[in-house]
């Protein structure tokens, strides 16, 4: 599949997000931010967790950037708000820990 053919939610300017194809448990997806863009609220994790794999670009979590090849994963009941400088592609992950 070519993951640029998936149309793109748009929730907020200069970010889209590609939903993929997953399996029970897991959400599949892919995210380009445009340079200077950040997610427009804090994305809070209550039941389930979220991972991503960064392709190309940078992606800045607090005070840490993550670079091509960085894995981040982010357990149930945590928060956090990616921003990018530079801009940003990454694959994405949602799992549901109870599945």
Do not use: C, Q
């Amino acid at each position: 599949m070519d993951v640029d053919e998936v149309p793109p939610l748009e929730p907020a300017p200069g970010i889209h997000v590609r939903m993929l194809p997953g399996m029970p448990g897991i959400r599949t997806w892919v995210i380009d931010l445009a340079p200077g863009a950040e997610w427009p609220d804090l994305d809070v994790h209550e039941t389930y967790g979220e991972a991503y794999f960064v392709v190309r670009g940078e992606l800045v979590e607090g005070d840490r950037t993550h670079g091509p090849g960085a894995y981040v994963a982010f357990g149930p009941k945590t928060s956090h708000r990616p921003r990018t400088e530079t801009g940003v592609r990454a694959f994405g992950f949602n799992y549901d820990v109870t599945a």
